[in-house]
């Protein structure tokens, strides 16, 4: 009889240690990384206007530097899931780290821009001339390199102008001061240089590729296999923020404006442009949608086309491997 006594309680503290380690389990945080870039303010708006909570989740959102710093954050295992721009994506998973794409976060961003008064009227007229980029085989550089040079101006990148690596907060300051002929760059700084009248666009990337995929949420694997319905539920909320975006612009213009901590701008005529202002002027070159369309999903395979002729990575890869639009379909549910 004592015999069955204690084996009932050491059952039923089996039983209570499972159902705690059960609720532990469902509090346990979904860990979110995105890029901090103003394209990717729906990750921002979901957390800020409670989507997250709406769908219950238990988010853990974490603002880092670009790309590389996302995928290695993922590859240490910090991270569940991620906002981040789609050629660290493939390019890392030619190396392994084989995470899925699951749904679209914005389109358009990025800008050839220079001086103002400069002589400079096309994208030809870049030969012999300095330019600002990013660094070498990052994701806006595969698109320089590949689309805007190779493909647009019919520029060899490595031979035909010197590209200047530096950070893209440091650009406008660059052009300014004559360091470089031009800039590729993106938003907030593009229109940040416009509306002070310092610079001028010389190819709107959003213009020349209407609505071309950048920014995309990815998941892990592992993500995937052991916490599908949590992943719906992100991208649940995903769509929440877009569509708050798209229907709210004033309210979200200020909110994305206080979320970067943008500053007022002088324009040329002494006037104060605020914060709102330039979220609204970069809305002409990007926006927010989460569907990956035919379009995007062939722009994607470009992209990765354009890194393995670059040689930034030396595996052909196909769309197929690399997204899977399933779980979106099924957060549209």
């Given amino acids: 009889m004592i015999k069955r006594s204690l084996l009932a309680l050491t059952l039923s503290a089996a039983t209570l240690a499972g159902s705690a380690c059960a609720v532990a389990g469902e509090e346990k945080p979904l860990r ?40 290695q954050a993922l590859a240490a295992g910090e991270l569940d899931v991620a906002y981040a721009g789609t050629p660290p994506v493939y390019q890392w998973f030619s190396r392994g780290l084989q995470s899925r794409i699951l749904a679209k976060v914005n389109y358009g961003q990025a800008a050839v821009i220079v001086d103002a008064k400069s002589p400079i009227t096309d994208l030809q007229a870049l030969k012999g001339k300095k330019l600002a980029g990013v660094k070498k085989g990052s994701g806006m550089d595969v698109l320089l390199r590949g689309y805007v040079l190779k493909e647009k101006a019919g520029l060899d990148p490595d031979k035909d102008l010197d590209i200047v690596d530096m950070p893209p907060g440091n650009m406008n300051a660059a052009l300014e001061r004559g360091i470089v002929d031009a800039a590729f760059s993106w938003e907030p700084f593009v229109s940040q240089s416009v509306l002070r009248g310092s610079s001028r ?20 694997p592992k993500t995937l296999q052991e916490r599908p319905d949590e992943v719906v539920k992100l991208l649940r909320a995903h769509r929440k923020a877009i569509a708050f975006l798209n229907e709210h612009p004033a309210e979200s ?48 395979q470009r992209l990765m086309d354009y890194s393995h002729d670059l040689g930034f990575i030396d595996t052909t890869l196909k769309t197929e491997q690399i997204v899977d639009t399933s779980y979106l379909e099924k957060a549209a549910h």
């Fill in 32 to 71: 979110v990384g995105y890029v901090f870039a103003m394209a990717n303010a729906p990750a921002l708006i979901a957390d800020k206007q409670g989507y997250y909570r709406e769908e219950g989740l238990n988010v853990d959102l974490k603002a880092l530097g670009d790309g590389p710093v996302i995928q």
């Fill in 201 to 220: 666009i010389l190819l709107d990337v959003n213009q020349a590729l209407p609505q071309y995929p950048w920014y995309v949420v990815i998941a892990l």
């Fill in 253 to 300: 213009n200020r909110l994305i404006a206080e979320a970067f901590k943008l500053e007022a701008v002088q324009g040329t005529d002494g006037k104060i442009i605020a914060p709102q202002a330039i979220v609204a002027q970069a809305r002409t070159r990007l926006g927010w949608s989460a569907d990956l369309q035919a379009s995007d999903i062939q722009f994607i």
